[in-house]
């Protein structure tokens, strides 16, 4: 029997008040994907363009609740994590997706601030090494998260290639490198890899400190995903929506963070 219910998205993120990134870029950017968007919130934070001023985390079984309370009655194509503060809120969350077994989940490892501050105590790194990198269709680290995940630096091109081999080994089943965080002022490179091969997603560096980056493109990933899209193929798509939203965004604070345009294919 065919399921007449709409595609839903699922995030599992924090929070952000000043609406640039977090759970509300995670709901816009599937909107703008056209499907449907649910959200359990892992964290709360009170955060504006400028920085982020106090964090909440709410009780684990609350948390639980969101998780099961979505999965109990909307049909889900896809689940993108975010920033998830300890390692109990991560064993939580990943003992909900062994028990839900959703068909794709794309994990945004979220431990380094744009201040560049470590977010994650050693156990919750751990937590997420071992519970949360074997769940994953793809894995989206940047280049400092990276650096964590395997601990050790990522000084260049080389070493980012070398890299998506040994995120590989953490068990995901396919992972992109952002390549933004690299030194240089030429193009930015992101790199794909499933172990059956290396693709190479280009875009021109743009002279802006985009907020919600790594949210946005998690997000769109995990749509195209839900949409149907191979992997490799929804990490291109993700990429050139996520460009065209960085060159649209704006600065609706008095910080320098310019917030995306998550609806800029619409506005022509």
Not at 91 to 112: C, F, G, I, K, S
């Amino acid at each position: 029997m065919t399921d007449s219910r709409p595609l839903s998205i699922l995030t599992i993120a924090g929070s952000d008040s000043g609406g640039g990134a977090g759970i509300q870029a995670d709901l816009r950017t599937f909107a703008a994907h056209g499907v449907h968007g649910l959200s359990a919130l892992a964290a709360l934070t009170a955060q504006h363009t400028r920085g982020v001023t106090a964090v909440h985390v709410p009780p684990v079984a609350f948390l639980r609740a969101q998780i099961d309370a979505c999965f109990e009655d909307f049909r889900i194509g896809a689940v993108k994590l975010g920033m998830l503060a300890t390692a109990e809120v991560i064993h939580a969350v990943a003992d909900a997706l062994e028990r839900h077994a959703p068909t794709h989940v794309v994990v945004d490892p979220v431990m380094v601030a744009t201040s560049g501050a470590r977010l994650l105590e050693q156990d919750a790194l751990d937590a997420l090494r071992e519970r949360l990198a074997p769940l994953a269709t793809i894995l989206t680290p940047n280049i400092p998260e990276a650096e964590l995940l395997l601990g050790h630096p990522i000084a260049d091109e080389a070493d980012a290639e070398a890299a998506t081999v040994e995120l590989l080994g953490l068990g995901c089943r396919a992972v992109l490198l952002k390549g933004g965080h690299l030194p240089g002022d030429g193009p930015v490179v992101d790199r794909f890899d499933d172990g059956e091969g290396l693709t190479e997603f280009e875009h021109p560096r743009l002279p802006r400190e985009g907020h919600g980056t790594g949210c946005t493109l998690a997000s769109a990933i995990a749509a195209r995903l839900a949409l149907g899209a191979a992997p490799a193929e929804a990490c291109a798509e993700a990429g050139d929506y996520i460009h065209g939203a960085l060159a649209a965004a704006t600065r609706p604070g008095f910080g320098a963070a310019a917030v995306l345009d998550h609806f800029w294919r619409l506005r022509g």
